[in-house]
Structure formats: structure tokens, C-alpha cells
């Protein structure tokens, strides 16, 4: 068995990102991964939405 040949089929959306107070937005990709552990933003989309970083306990952001 060779895990390096399997293939890993992810559901993604593409969808608009906006800030909390609705006064930008910006497309984005959603890629959703059941086995993960932790959720991911891009720093460049933190930035451009002035979005701030939330810790939750039981779901872990960081951002890449």
C-alpha cells in the first residue's frame, strides 16, 4: 500500500468573505476537510477585511 498514489477529494465553495459590519467583502475558496482538526485564513484576507483572530476551545483558528 502506497499512500503517495491515492487521491483526496476535498468539498469546496466559492463564496464572498465580508467584515463584521458589512463594508467590504472579497471572493474566496472554502476548502472543507472533515478530518481536520483546525481551521485556516490567510493572513492577506485577515488583513484586507480587518478581520480579528477568535480562539474557541473546542475549534482552533490560525492563520497561514
Avoid at 4 to 10: D, F, G, Y
Avoid at 28 to 48: A, M, W
Wanted: glycine content about 4%; overall charge positive; some cysteine.
Amino acid at each position: 500500500y502506497d499512500i503517495r498514489n491515492e487521491t483526496v477529494l476535498l468539498h469546496s465553495v466559492r463564496a464572498f468573505a465580508t467584515n463584521k459590519d458589512g463594508t467590504k467583502s472579497t471572493p474566496v475558496q472554502f476548502l472543507f476537510d472533515n478530518g481536520s482538526q483546525h481551521t485556516y485564513v490567510i493572513n492577506n484576507l485577515k488583513s484586507n477585511l480587518n478581520l480579528g483572530l477568535t480562539l474557541s476551545p473546542t475549534r482552533p483558528r490560525r492563520c497561514i
